[in-house]
């Protein structure tokens, strides 16, 4: 199991034209505060709570791991200092393992390697830093993938990368073994198994879905169903799931708190961390994904956060000032860079729900995907300002 | 001389340039020393001002006597000689609403026959207005018809001399006033359905048009463009139609504060509802050409319409996010700060009766460029004046003047010069003339 914790640093939503040139504080610091407390009171500390209790019950048995932003961690050093206390409290069990990511949950492999990987070595920092750990687990922002991602990422020495178990890349194929990305020979690849994780992430709460109510000894009783027929089984999630996506009344709680007791109710079914795969189990085959996929909308592909011209006019925007930004040598002009480089900006732009007022209107502090585009556009154009101007003086 | 005036909006209670001109007229009759009586569908509670004398419709009596005992809807549809316009097709909804409308007045009355002497003009209407522009903008405007034929009849408390309606929402009650009184109709038109729709025009608000342009004496137009518009598309008599320009509020000319520019480029400004009739796309399409031969200038759509999404996009689509920028609607200081940070206006208006915007501009020695589909392009001849749809030339008059600082004084000296001889109070003297002559 894998958990996801994310928290992008949103824009100000009145960041205006008058602004550019003027005004270079851009965060909405009042939005950002109140939700990473919201969902520290309701999932963070209630969630951590109840994984550190498993495995102090199953004494090392229940394992599980975390893949945290480097921006949500920036975060909770500043609103939710207890957050980060009670992930430090984990590591210290030696059963949670943390993955490695992109620092700002950004979609720089698609635009630009080498702030990829300069992003992805910050990330590996503050791991370091914060919980003591040099991971060897990787995976992209929103489980974006393709060869070239796993080739470069075996290039950084990782062991194990995570992908999304899309069908256009399984086929007839089982997420439920270990894999080898085509054209790699020692990193292995791990895929989620989406229906199973999404039963849990979307459908738990659905009363219109013919398995409703889900419950933990039912659950358990799907995995089990798959011994003979697979390895391991991929749980991937946000961490939200557990009491912000998922109200607490949901019972999602205590669908996590009795799920390692029904499920070890099997000898031979357990918990283990993406690293201890990679360390134990070979690939059954090589898998070939040519084109990028991701974990996100039924699509699976990257049309979330690239492909209408909003989108990808912000995207070049960003990307083309890269130099220059990098070049001011000013660490505060560069970390306000990066962090427009989160892919949450773009996925506030997508059109592709904007018609219909979906769910995905939930994650979306913006009334419409143009409004997102502006506020984008605008501190970016005071950002890109500033920098030229302070290379002036 | 005395003067009855209907219109739709009026300062503070304003949503467009309508209220601004309705505002200035007045005040510029009253020095010319005729007396205004303003009638709008409601003040909302407030006191508007205190000149002119600003009535609510919704304050005003019905004249019931006027209004014979009905009680069912076919005895209303016999009464109803009302409007002729009203029994074609495209009119039946609004046809039935009148008839509840007349029923709800015929109640009203034999309710209150009972008790005649409380409320001869004593009561209130029993008629609700918005003022707005909403869903039931088509029955608001025609009960407003209802509030002119009390307004004019035998009973009313109101004299007046002359009948001065403006624009389609006040031309039902501007006849029925004339009808009633037999006094003669003035109707201003500040701006017609194809200004507003271009060709997909609404036939109600058409007929409605004609209908107060045919029962008109005299006709009103803020330009010579309208004045050929109202010739060629309503097939008006040109004798019958005289043109007054607007003219600028000189009361709102502020002090240009020198604003801190925070941006050192150039700065080109659209400023108007992002809307078909407004032409932003040239507008847009003209900054692009503009931005592959020069670099230091940035361009600025003000406004919000139906439109906007359209043009963020397409905007997008041409990668000048980095020179492009959009406010939004902006208001009050706003607004200012704007045109003072700007050095080019550009109106591209695909139809534009008049035009306040670029009188606005040269208030902040802005120069401008306007299409000539404008009625202001008719008094400002010193303007830089091109056809909408020519987004090369525009383009072209936009890298001149934004590289010409001598170019850009000499268009604002020149447009402040013609700007001294347009004044409201000539306006109004104007008006005074047309009153006289009916």
Not at chain 1, 90 to 100: D, K, M, P, R, Y
Not at chain 1, 195 to 220: G, I, M, Q
Not at chain 1, 296 to 316: C, F, H, K, Y
Not at chain 2, 368 to 388: C, D, P, R
């Amino acid at each position: 199991m894998y958990f996801q914790v994310h928290q992008p640093f949103r824009l100000r939503k009145d960041y205006s034209f008058f602004d550019i040139g003027a005004d270079h504080f851009y965060e909405d610091d009042k939005a950002n505060r109140e939700i990473c407390n919201r969902v520290a009171r309701k999932c963070y500390i209630p969630a951590n709570n109840l994984m550190l209790e498993l495995i102090d019950r199953y004494r090392g048995k229940f394992r599980i791991a975390y893949s945290i932003t480097g921006i949500a961690l920036e975060q909770f050093e500043k609103y939710n200092p207890d957050v980060i206390e009670s992930f430090e409290k984990l590591a210290a069990t030696g059963c949670v393992e943390f993955i490695n990511e992109t620092y700002y949950h950004s979609l720089s492999f698609i635009y630009s390697k080498p702030e990829f990987r300069r992003q992805v070595l910050k990330h590996r920092a503050k791991i370091k830093s914060l919980f003591n750990q040099t991971p060897r687990t990787f995976r992209n922002t929103e489980l974006i993938y393709n060869n070239e991602l796993a080739g470069f990422i075996e290039g950084m020495n990782f062991r194990t990368i995570l992908a999304e178990g899309a069908d256009q890349i399984l086929g007839w194929r089982s997420p439920n073994f270990v894999y080898q990305p085509a054209g790699c020979y020692k990193i292995r690849l791990l895929l989620k198994n989406y229906k199973l994780s999404d039963d849990v992430a979307f459908r738990l709460s659905n009363r219109n879905w013919s398995e409703y109510p889900l419950t933990a000894e039912k659950y358990a009783s799907w995995i089990h169903s798959i011994a003979g027929n697979g390895e391991i089984v991929n749980l991937f999630m946000d961490y939200e799931t557990l009491g912000e996506h998922q109200w607490q009344d949901t019972g999602i709680f205590d669908f996590f708190r009795f799920f390692p007791e029904h499920l070890m109710k099997r000898p031979d079914f357990g918990f283990i961390t993406p690293q201890e795969v990679g360390r134990q189990y070979d690939p059954v085959s090589k898998i070939d994904v040519p084109y990028f996929v991701s974990w996100a909308d039924v699509e699976r592909d990257l049309t979330a956060w690239i492909g209408n011209p909003m989108q990808n006019s912000a995207m070049e925007m960003v990307y083309a000032v890269e130099k220059e930004v990098l070049k001011s040598k000013n660490a505060g002009f560069i970390d306000m860079w990066r962090k427009m480089t989160t892919s949450d900006h773009f996925y506030y732009m997508c059109t592709k729900w904007f018609s219909d007022g979906d769910v995905h209107k939930y994650f979306n502090p913006f009334e419409t995907p143009f409004d997102a585009y502006l506020v984008y556009t605008n501190v970016l154009n005071d950002l890109k300002h500033t920098v030229r101007n302070g290379k002036e003086e | 001389m005395k003067v009855l005036m209907f219109g739709w909006e009026f300062p503070p209670l304003i949503s467009g340039g309508l209220g601004t001109a309705c505002y200035g007229i007045t005040r510029g009759l009253l020095k010319n020393n005729v007396d205004v009586t303003f009638i709008i569908p409601t003040r909302k509670g407030k006191k508007i001002a205190d000149l002119p004398r600003v009535i609510g419709a919704d304050e005003i009596p019905l004249a019931l006597e006027e209004i014979p005992l009905m009680r069912s809807t076919d005895e209303v549809k016999k009464h109803l000689r009302f409007l002729p316009f009203l029994s074609t097709a495209p009119f039946s909804p609004y046809c039935t609403a009148m008839d509840e409308t007349y029923l709800r007045i015929s109640a009203m009355y034999s309710m209150k026959r009972l008790r005649k002497k409380d409320f001869e003009f004593t009561s209130g209407s029993v008629l609700d207005f918005t003022g707005d522009y909403g869903k039931n903008l088509m029955q608001e405007v025609l009960n407003y018809g209802l509030i002119g034929d009390s307004i004019g009849s035998r009973g009313s408390r109101e004299k007046f001399d002359v009948i001065h309606a403006h624009d389609w929402l006040t031309f039902v009650a501007g006849v029925r006033a004339k009808i009633a009184s037999k006094k003669p109709l003035i109707v201003h038109v500040h701006a017609t359905e194809f200004d507003r729709s271009g060709e997909n025009i609404n036939r109600n608000v058409y007929d409605i048009e004609k209908y107060g342009m045919d029962n008109a004496d005299r006709i009103i137009a803020v330009s010579h463009y309208t004045k050929n518009l109202i010739v060629r598309r309503y097939n008006i008599d040109p004798a019958k139609i005289e043109v007054v320009h607007n003219a600028v509020d000189r009361e709102r000319q502020f002090e240009r504060y020198r604003i801190k520019k925070n941006l050192k480029e150039k700065m080109v400004l659209y400023l108007g509802r992002v809307t078909m009739q407004k032409g932003p796309e040239y507008f847009l399409e003209a900054a692009a050409l503009v931005l592959k031969k020069v670099k230091n200038v940035r361009f600025v759509m003000a406004g919000s319409g139906d439109m906007l999404p359209r043009m963020i996009t397409r905007m997008a689509e041409l990668k000048i996010a980095d020179r492009f920028h959009f406010t939004g609607f902006l208001r009050g200081m706003a607004v200012e700060k704007i045109y003072a940070m700007s050095d080019l206006y550009v109106m591209t208006s695909v139809s534009e009766p008049f035009g306040l915007t670029p009188f606005e501009a040269l208030l902040y020695d802005v120069p401008i460029i306007i299409s000539k589909q404008s009625g202001v392009s008719e008094v400002l001849k010193n303007a830089v004046t091109i056809n909408f749809w020519d987004v090369k030339k525009l383009a072209g008059a936009m890298v001149s003047i934004i590289q010409n600082d001598r170019l850009a004084r000499n268009i604002v000296d020149r447009c402040k010069e013609e700007m001294k001889d347009i004044g409201w109070q000539n306006a109004a003297n104007k008006i005074k003339q047309i009153y006289e002559a009916v």
